[in-house]
């Protein structure tokens, strides 16, 4: 594996590790929690990206990214409707008027859960 993918997947478990830890604290950062989620799944699509040569601007909606990754990922499809979900944590978590419910931050860590365990097989037999 690339050493760039291999960073963006240590960065993507950083995140993974502060959103569910922090879901478990009491009482949780319900804005960390959701804005982790979103991380962790946008670092996992850009290492699948360099991983395959594939360019990418700077941006952080998971949408594109999924476009991005269409010819070489189209399974991905299945999560689109759940990725635009985590989409809005991006940016609008981290300004008021945004106040996410502990609801949504379990459903935005089950997202990531599965997300991940999917692109981390992925990864892990394309480099087999």
């Known amino acids: 594996m690339k050493e760039i993918a291999k960073e963006w997947i240590q960065k993507a478990e950083e995140d993974y590790r502060v959103a569910v830890r922090e879901l478990k604290a009491k009482p ?3 804005n960390s929690v959701c804005f982790h989620t979103q991380q962790c799944i946008e670092k996992y699509l850009k290492a699948v990206l360099q991983e395959n040569n594939i360019s990418f601007q700077k941006i952080h909606d998971l949408d594109i990214l999924v476009e991005l990754l269409k010819g070489i990922l189209p399974e ?3 999560f689109r409707e759940n990725l635009v979900k985590l989409n809005v944590y991006a940016v609008e978590v981290r300004y008021p008027g945004f106040n996410p419910l502990e609801k949504d931050a379990r459903e935005a860590v089950s997202i990531m859960k599965k997300v991940r365990s ?3 097989k992925f990864l892990q037999e394309g480099t087999k």
């Open 118 to 120: 999917f692109i981390r």
């Open 76 to 78: 991905l499809e299945k």
């Open 28 to 30: 949780p950062a319900l």
